[in-house]
């Protein structure tokens, strides 16, 4: 940094400055990435520096016409040093460097322009009043936010950032703050923003987070001045959660209040609205309660005057309902930048335009002079890696002539890459330093230097960008006027499909869909319940995702080498979209009791991956023989806006199936799902101040023929998908008992479902709480043990069941039809014995019901683990059970005894199932069962086996 220190008196009018000294070497690496600014010793000295672009002092002095501030032609403004300062005694000629004031880059100027180091800020009062400090003012304002209003605060929570707000939507309250990087960034071609989204447990009271920062992102981009390379920081978080109004969609709206509030550059206020669909009728930002009931989760995002992103999901909603549905929430986006707008003008901080940066319109000359023909030729080549090779070859044959020629330099400076030649230029031996008394009172001159105009220079960097707008320019060119995309395509044209099934055969259904250079590899997985995807929310109430999509991309998809780790963002957001775009295809829990996941790997990727993984997704579920409701498939949309700077007639040119170097180069990425009658998921983010919504209209309609191309090249998919299960995919049988008699099944600390697990080879055991049992096992004797096992523990025993001694032990054939047990003695007493019926279940039979003749002692005769076969005659009001031996002894069910007994507690039962197997066999049971008669029963049965699946209830 440059410091200068004006002297304590002002005599004559005559300002004394230290010399500017060259930074030494070891300062200089930290000094280069910084703002070049003046550090002022004497505040009040502040309003005597030069502005350069008014021709007037700062703090509003005038300059005299016969300013002691004169301009060599090298434009370094070189000063005298007064006579009474410490490091110069006597006049003497200067031996250190001359360093020019700076401003920090420029805005597209000849090389004449004159820069100045200290840039024109409006320093708010309420920062500094006689060296006191202050903070801003509190300001807090109503905005409509739907049918309700939120509030919106700011000048008293995070006070040193550059913006920040505290947006409250009844009790949810979120808290935004945007920060610039005080360090400008490197010339790079991606927008320098960052966006941080948090959800603390604490807000809702738990002690135990959801991704907005994509939607942010995708808003704010658009809107910031893409020339603006300072590193933007968005930091939210949500500090408290009624569990009623959502916070994604505030932080949104907050983020972009605090963006107009503080210094960043950005064009126009903006702000974002969630609408949903409840009995046809639009909602603007509904709640918690009223999305239950919704069929359209629309979030979007824009300015008064145009969209700037939505997304969201939908049950096969018709292009014009969508359609529609953004044109309310443009409206209420409208009402909010309305009052922001009001808002910003009460209490926000002057922009910092000084911080954009373009590179010289000389740059654009010089490389399309170079590069044109070449790069025109090039942009006409159809495959990816050989276009993106001879593209980054002919950008380093421009860097290299530039070079050559003397335009580039590698130095990099925040400073303008113009000056460079002055800041290491030495003073010339004969300069003369004019000191006091040698001329005119309050004037102070600088020799002139005449000297040769060296060549503009250029930073590396700025090259690279150049280099990638004119290639973007030249693309749009050629798609506009001639006609033809790189590939040769027209504008509505899709790409060649090709689409196989089967390719793994262990996986449950697997498809490799394939479209132009996209490419992506889906897997289904079939399994239980507890292979469903837990999910952490504010809400104190677990949430598991029995259908759930996993979308990686690896470098080498690009032909990049590179390492695979956790999943970012990107690989999350479009793993998200492809998810809620299958997940209205799918049947329900109560028809397919299967957890579902689909993993999609991009193997190739040309634009579009997040597409191909819906309809790689939706072949592969077929496959796995998922009775998917119909076939759904995915298309990304670009646009070229302005057509008439490239040739046309200024209508908006739409593409369709789009390649990556359309989407890098268009105005807008625009990805729509579904099927020939409705939209499931859709996503679009755009590189421009906005989309009209006509030309939204547009491309919608677009989409959908192009879906439905899409969807009869999946038709035509071979090897087809499979309409069956995988014999590799488990079993899934499902039973029905009595709720109260969950706890039984589970035991204390889940020891007993542990144990039924491990005796009949199930690989789980799921029970809810209305009394629902998901068996999941490889085969069918597994389930059959355990079904056996679970019925004899929830057995709901009546008057007159007769419990046999089983020849199978606990496997027996007939579980469901019959009242066949292990009854065994678990203890004997004086007047009887314990008798166990079913698993933790048992029943006294009394001395007298053991024999049909007198026995003095139970011991006598049996003793513990003692096998009987035993009749339940009584249940009393607490449940305990009385059982008799002797009523199944011969001379007693020829007395007609048993059959009184059974008559006493007569009883239909009645028992349906549906049960599933790999023979396709169907099995329809249908059992009626009366006690009458010493217990006899009448079973009839219909059977139907269907995917291995059984089903009773």
């Not at 025109?376 to 020629?405: D, F, M, W, Y």
């Not at 960097?461 to 040769?488: N, P, T, W």
Request: proline content about 6%; overall charge neutral; hydrophobic content about 35%.
């Amino acid at each position: 940094e440059k410091t200068v220190s004006f002297s304590e008196t002002w005599r004559h009018k005559r300002i004394s400055v230290l010399h500017f000294l060259h930074p030494s070497p070891s300062t200089t690496s930290r000094l280069r990435s910084r703002l070049h600014r003046v550090t002022l010793r004497n505040p009040s000295a502040a309003g005597m520096l030069a502005n350069s672009s008014t021709g007037a002092l700062h703090g509003g002095i005038s300059r005299p016409r016969s300013s002691p501030f004169r301009l060599s032609s090298s434009h370094c403004c070189k000063l005298p040093v007064s006579p009474t300062c410490s490091r110069c005694i006597g006049p003497r000629k200067s031996r250190s460097r001359a360093l020019s004031l700076l401003l920090p880059r420029k805005v597209a100027t000849s090389f004449g322009r004159v820069r100045a180091s200290v840039q024109d800020h409006q320093v708010p009062e309420s920062v500094a009043v006689d060296g006191a400090q202050f903070f801003p003012q509190y300001v807090s304002v109503k905005i409509p936010y739907g049918d309700r209003e939120i509030l919106v605060e700011t000048g008293h929570m995070g006070r040193q950032a550059s913006g920040a707000v505290m947006v409250t939507d009844g009790e949810t309250v979120v808290y935004t703050s945007v920060c610039l990087d005080g360090v400008p960034s490197e010339p790079s071609d991606f927008f320098p923003l960052s966006v941080h989204y948090q959800e603390r447990f604490s807000a809702a009271g738990r002690t135990r987070s959801s991704l907005a920062d994509s939607l942010i992102g995708h808003y704010a981009q658009p809107c910031q001045r893409a020339s603006t390379m300072k590193l933007r920081y968005y930091h939210g978080q949500v500090l408290s959660y009624d569990s009623l109004h959502p916070p994604d969609v505030l932080a949104v709206t907050a983020a972009g209040i605090a963006m107009s509030l503080s210094e960043v550059p950005n064009t126009k206020p903006i702000a974002g609205v969630r609408v949903g669909l409840i009995d046809d009728k639009f909602i603007v930002n509904p709640t918690n309660k009223e999305m239950e009931n919704s069929v359209l989760d629309l979030v979007l995002a824009g300015t008064d005057s145009a969209i700037l992103m939505i997304e969201g999901y939908c049950d096969f909603l018709p292009e014009e309902k969508l359609f529609e549905a953004v044109k309310i929430g443009q409206d209420a986006v409208r009402l909010i930048c309305n009052e922001v707008a009001a808002l910003e003008a009460k209490c926000g901080k002057p922009k910092m335009l000084d911080a954009i940066k373009l590179p010289p319109p000389e740059l654009y000359k010089h490389v399309e002079e170079i590069a044109g023909n070449e790069l025109a030729e090039v942009l006409q080549i159809s495959n990816k890696i050989p276009r993106r090779k001879a593209i980054s070859a002919l950008e380093k044959k421009v860097i290299g002539i530039l070079t050559e020629e003397g335009y580039v330099t590698t130095i990099l400076d925040s400073g303008a890459a113009e000056s460079t030649l002055d800041l290491l230029e030495e003073e010339d031996e004969d300069d003369e330093v004019i000191v006091d008394g040698e001329v005119d009172e309050g004037d102070v001159h600088i020799k002139p230097i005449p000297k040769e105009l060296p060549p503009q220079l250029f930073l590396e960097g700025d090259v690279k960008l150049v280099f990638k707008e004119v290639s973007s320019k030249f693309l749009r060119k050629r798609i506009v006027q001639g006609g033809k995309r790189s590939d040769g395509r027209t504008s509505n044209g899709i790409r060649p499909i090709d689409a196989r099934c089967g390719l793994l055969p262990r996986a449950h259904g697997s498809a490799l869909f394939t479209r132009g250079e996209t490419q992506a590899l889906a897997v289904t997985t079939l399994g239980d319940r507890q292979m469903a995807q837990r999910v952490d929310n504010l809400v104190d109430i677990e949430e598991f995702k029995r259908f759930y999509l996993q979308y990686s991309f690896p470098p080498s998809s690009v032909g990049e080498a590179g390492r695979t780790g956790a999943p970012n963002r990107r690989e999350i957001g479009h793993g998200m979209l492809a998810e809620r775009a299958l997940e209205p295809i799918l049947p329900s829990e109560d028809i397919f009791p299967y957890t579902v996941r689909v993993e999609s790997t991009i193997t190739e990727s040309n634009g579009s991956s997040s597409m191909a993984s819906v309809c790689g997704g939706c072949l592969a579920l077929q496959d796995a023989g998922v009775p998917v409701k119909c076939s759904i498939a995915g298309i990304a949309m670009g646009m070229v806006l302005d057509t008439k700077e490239f040739g046309g007639d200024g209508t908006p040119l739409i593409l369709s199936d789009i390649t990556g170097a359309e989407d890098a180069s268009g105005d807008m990425d625009f990805k729509v799902a579904g099927n020939e009658d409705g939209i499931t998921a859709f996503q679009m983010d755009i590189k421009v101040g906005g989309i009209p919504l006509p030309v939204m209209r547009d491309a919608l309609l677009q989409a959908r023929e192009g879906r439905k191309r899409i969807l009869a090249e999946m038709l035509k998919c071979s090897p087809p998908p499979s309409s069956k299960l995988s014999k590799y995919a488990p079993l899934i049988h499902i039973m029905k008992v009595d709720k109260e008699k969950i706890n039984m099944i589970i035991g204390p600390g889940g020891k007993k479902v542990k144990s039924i697990i491990e005796e009949s080879g199930v690989e789980s055991i799921d029970m809810q709480d209305n009394g629902i049992v998901k068996i999941t096992a490889k085969d069918l004797s597994s389930i059959e043990k355990s079904k056996s096992i679970i019925s004899r523990l929830t057995m709901v025993p009546t008057i007159g069941d007769i419990f046999r001694f089983c020849l199978w032990n606990s496997g027996c054939l007939f579980p469901v039809c019959c009242k066949i047990r292990n009854c065994e003695i678990k203890s004997v007493a004086p007047y009887g014995v314990f008798v166990e019926i079913a698993p933790g279940r048992e029943g006294l039979c009394h001395i007298s019901e053991l024999t049909s003749t007198y026995l003095p002692k139970a011991e006598d005769a049996f003793k513990v683990g003692d096998k009987v076969d035993v009749k339940l005659i009584e249940v009393n009001d607490k449940g305990q059970l009385r059982l008799s031996r002797k009523a199944l002894l011969p001379d007693q069910a020829s007395s007609g005894d048993a059959t009184k007994t059974s008559n006493s507690g007569k009883k239909v039962q009645k028992k349906s199932a549906r049960i599933s197997g790999k023979d396709g066999a169907t099995v329809s049971k249908e059992q009626s069962k009366k006690s009458s008669g010493g217990g006899s029963s009448t079973l009839i049965e219909k059977s139907k086996l269907v995917n291995g699946e059984a089903t009773i209830g």
